[in-house]
């Protein structure tokens, strides 16, 4: 059973960067695992943030494009997501997800593991 545990979320102003992480457990090399971050603001909806799979290829949201990374580290099997030049409409939970098959990334029912979420704030 994949678990999804993160970390890194805090509170940071206008501008400024955080990294988050997302350890994965129970989980075995497989090529058709995809991986992705999504967020999810009081009284909106989650919304896909970043994805990518196992054969390199990553999909952003429009609103992220140019500021946020997401990459793996396949040895130590730790998703990351790198926020820059971060904004107040990126406030929020931040979770991270994986699943098999994703046709697409930043569509949350394409997933069937979740962490619990990290909470990130950024203040003007």
């Known amino acids: 059973q994949v678990q999804l545990v993160e970390s890194g979320g805090g509170s940071v102003q206008a501008g400024g960067s955080l990294r988050l992480s997302c350890a994965v457990a129970g989980y075995s090399y497989d090529r058709y695992y995809g991986w992705a971050w999504f967020r999810q603001a009081p009284g909106k909806e989650r919304e896909g943030v970043a994805g990518c799979d196992n054969d390199g290829r990553t999909h952003y949201a429009d609103s992220v494009k140019g500021r946020f990374t997401i990459s793996r580290d396949n040895a130590k099997n730790i998703l990351y997501l790198q926020m820059n030049s971060l904004k107040p409409e990126d406030t929020g939970i931040y979770y991270c997800?994986?699943?098999?098959?994703?046709?697409?990334?930043?569509?949350?029912?394409?997933?069937?593991?979740w962490g619990q979420g990290t909470q990130v704030t950024v203040s003007s």
């Open positions: 997800a994986a699943g098999r098959y994703i046709a697409s990334m930043l569509d949350p029912y394409e997933y069937t593991h």
